[in-house]
């Protein structure tokens, strides 16, 4: 019990002791002033015993974190490091660049590193759109190879300093059966990317968050040429999109080989990429220059630029000698010229002779 209410226990028992005394009976103001000290001690009284059995227990609480100590045998960095780390929205230096302290080992430094990129990574495969760095849309999609083509559009500011050449167009890799329930979910979906350390260098790469699953976005830079899944193959290097079929009209000449080019449109030679009548040519004499590939035999590169190419990586039907040319020779013009992958050579031939025709369409 408190002093507080053992003074008013005194109180209630001296002033109830006076009311009631036969002594001051007599004494109507001293019994009526007693009656009353000993009313209102008997209130207070009451009123303290309820405040104390409303408090809380006064077992110990533990304590908050600002209050923890570090034991004196431990350095202080020790017990930070079992906090969490809180990154503040939109400081993604503080992921990607943080800075080792003076008192911190590098081998605690990259874990925290990793523990760090774990973190981000986290927030992007929940979807987590304040860490959206753009908009991804889906193009085409080949279900031999399970390839979707992609379009970004980098919207972010702040992903720029951190993935150096920012790409337009890349490949995902999914299955026919999920790629198909993507696509009918809409072609727009939000652009992320994921990071990992990778022999303690900071590596970086677009992804498209599906139902908390991150799908990489292969850099398209990477190959040389991309199926559209269409009947067109995109060269990378300079932009055109040729004929997939490399060998749809078989030998022709010159002049008829320019009317083959320009009349092709979609649903002719395995196209169904909506192309009309007009859009489609034959490549010039610089443009065969640009594809040969000297390195391997035939002189024409694989999809991914690393090797010979092979029937279906990425064209069909490619033949080793003479593809036409839609250059003339400028002083000999009843000659032009056409490409032979077999030397990886350009030479000019006469305009009435036959040769294969390989349309191609974009810019000249």
């Given at each position: 019990m408190t002093i507080k209410l053992f003074i008013l226990a005194v109180l209630f028992v001296i002033s109830g002791g006076v009311a009631f005394s036969e002594y001051f009976k007599n004494h109507k103001f001293i019994s009526f002033l007693a009656t009353a000290i000993a009313i209102i001690a008997t209130f207070y009284l009451f009123q303290d015993i309820y405040d104390d059995l409303k408090q809380p227990s006064s077992s110990p609480q533990p304590p908050r974190v600002s209050e923890v100590t570090p034991p004196e045998d431990s350095p202080l960095e020790e017990v930070d490091r079992r906090l969490p780390t809180k990154i503040a929205k939109g400081d993604f230096a503080a992921y990607f660049q943080p800075k080792q302290e003076m008192f911190e080992p590098t081998a605690d430094f990259q874990a925290r590193r990793h523990q760090l990129l774990q973190q981000f990574n986290h927030e992007v495969k929940q979807r987590n759109l304040d860490y959206q760095a753009g908009i991804l849309h889906l193009t085409d999609y080949n279900a031999d190879t399970q390839l979707f083509v992609v379009n970004l559009y980098w919207q972010a500011d702040w992903v720029k300093p951190f993935l150096g050449e920012l790409q337009s167009k890349g490949l995902v890799k999914i299955g026919v059966k999920e790629a198909k329930q993507i696509y009918n979910e809409g072609r727009e979906k939000p652009l992320f990317i994921t990071a990992s350390l990778n022999d303690?260098?900071?590596?970086?790469?677009?992804?498209?968050?599906?139902?908390g699953r991150a799908y990489s976005i292969l850099s398209i830079l990477s190959y040389r040429y991309i199926d559209n899944g269409n009947g067109t193959v995109t060269d990378t290097r300079t932009g055109l999109i040729w004929l997939t079929n490399a060998n749809c009209f078989g030998y022709q000449d010159w002049k008829t080989a320019l009317q083959s080019a320009a009349n092709l449109a979609s649903g002719q030679c395995g196209l169904r990429d909506g192309s009309r009548r007009g859009m489609w040519r034959l490549p010039s004499k610089e443009e065969w220059e640009a594809m040969?590939?000297?390195?391997?035999?035939?002189?024409?590169?694989?999809?991914?630029?690393?090797?010979?190419?092979?029937e279906g990586d990425a064209f069909s039907g490619v033949q080793s000698y003479g593809y036409w040319s839609s250059t003339s020779l400028a002083t000999v013009t009843y000659y032009a010229w056409i490409v032979d992958f077999d030397r990886g050579l350009v030479n000019a031939d006469g305009r009435t002779n036959t040769f294969y025709v390989w349309p191609l369409r974009g810019e000249q």
């Open positions: 303690n260098q900071l590596e970086i790469q677009g992804a498209m968050v599906e139902k040969i590939d000297k390195k391997y035999q035939p002189t024409l590169s694989n999809a991914a630029g690393t090797g010979p190419w092979k």
